[in-house]
Structure formats: C-alpha cells, structure tokens
C-alpha cells in the first residue's frame, strides 16, 4: 500500500502557544489529505478536508482559524493547532487519497502513523 | 440512527478459530467498504476494501458486502493473537464515514 509519513510522532507543548504537524506521502502523489482527531477509546473524528492548491474544508464544529491546514504540494499538508489548550491533547492522525496518479486503485485512504499530542 | 454501526464488543474468539465482524450503513448511496486494524496507541492500517457485492478473499481475509441489506462483514479464518485489536468499518458515500470499532481480542 501507499506510505504517508508524519512528523513529530509525539509532541508536548504549553498551553498557548502552537504546534505544527506535517503529514507526507512519500510514494504517491496525494491531491487530497485528511486530517482526524482521535480521544482515547474513540474512533476517529474527521477534522477536515485539505486538497492541493485550494482551501481545506472543515467540518462542522471544528474551528478553522484554530487548526490551520495548508495543502501546498501534492506530498505535503499540514495542520497547526494554535494557542493549544489541554483539551486539544489527543491523537492526530492525517491519511491521504491517491490521485489518478497514484498507487491505489479506487478511494481507499492511507493513514499516518499519527502524531500524540499532549498540552500542559 | 448512526450512520455507521458496530458492536464494540470485546469479541473474544479461541486461537484458530473464526472471527466475524459485522457492520451496517444507513446510506444506500454508499459505494465503497473499507476494514481498518487499528492496534492500540497506533493508527488505523487499511486491511480489505469491497466495492461489489458478494465475497473478496485476501489470505486470511473474507469481507462480504450486501447492499441490500447494508451490510458488510469481516471474517478472518485462523484467527491468531496477533490479530487481537480494534477493527474498523468505513463507508464511503459522499465522504468516508468510520464506525465505532470492534474490539477483538484472540485468546491462546
């Protein structure tokens, strides 16, 4: 399957400042990435949408001027929690769609390792 | 009505034996199945997707979709305790939707 790298894996911040996570995939193409958020024994909560080029789409209840998502490249998105507070500690996980000129066949979605992130 | 639905189990099944998990949508317009494994503290890694009806076979792995009856099951033969985690329905209409998640957990 495709391979989508993210970075840090694990991040430990103060409460009000920002932290930034970067989501890759490194053997395809991803003209769109998704971003989630998952508390503990949860399932996966999709935060927003982000394609290449244009503005990330946001689901409802989640604020975009807090989670900043940038789609610059078709390897590379990313999501910046800004003034984090602790109930922003959970596990973000970003998965990515291959185009049509990637790996997969159909609409399968390729996850991240994830990245934990706690707010002291 | 959720939109995609398990049950959370723990389902705990012998070592060898089958594991069966089922999961029902609400959208009829769905048109893709996907099954996660997500092992605890980790993320979820794709193991089967479905997009006709009937039987797809990977190895150990059956998944069986019914459109009729929204329906889509996971069946894993020779269960081992490494396949202990949680699995995870998704359907994708519009946008993927991800169930709540099963617990397995494979005794020795």
């Known amino acids: 399957g495709a391979v989508v790298s993210q970075h840090p894996s694990w991040v430990i911040c103060k409460s009000g400042t920002s932290v930034k996570i970067e989501c890759r995939s490194l053997d395809f193409q991803a003209t769109t990435m998704f971003w989630y958020r998952q508390f503990p024994k949860q399932s996966l909560m999709l935060m927003a949408t982000?394609?290449?080029?244009?503005?990330?789409?946001?689901e409802q209840g989640v604020e975009k001027d807090k989670f900043l998502i940038n789609h610059a490249s078709l390897t590379l998105s990313t999501l910046t929690v800004t003034s984090a507070h602790p109930e922003d500690s959970s596990f973000y996980i970003c998965s990515a769609g291959a185009g049509t000129s990637g790996r997969a066949s159909g609409d399968e979605q390729y996850f991240g390792p994830g990245t934990r992130l706690t707010v002291t | 009505q959720k939109e995609v639905e398990q049950n959370s189990g723990p389902l705990s099944v012998p070592e060898g034996a089958i594991a069966s998990l089922n999961c029902t949508y609400s959208d009829r317009g769905s048109q893709s199945f996907f099954w996660y494994r997500q092992y605890s503290g980790k993320s979820p890694e794709l193991i089967m997707f479905i997009y006709s009806n009937g039987d797809k076979e990977d190895g150990r792995f059956t998944a069986q979709l019914n459109k009729a009856s929204q329906y889509v099951s996971l069946l894993i033969r020779d269960s081992q305790p490494s396949d202990s985690a949680t699995y995870l329905c998704a359907v994708k209409g519009g946008k993927l939707i991800f169930g709540q998640g099963t617990e397995l957990s494979v005794k020795p």
């Open positions: 982000s394609n290449e080029g244009s503005k990330a789409t946001y």
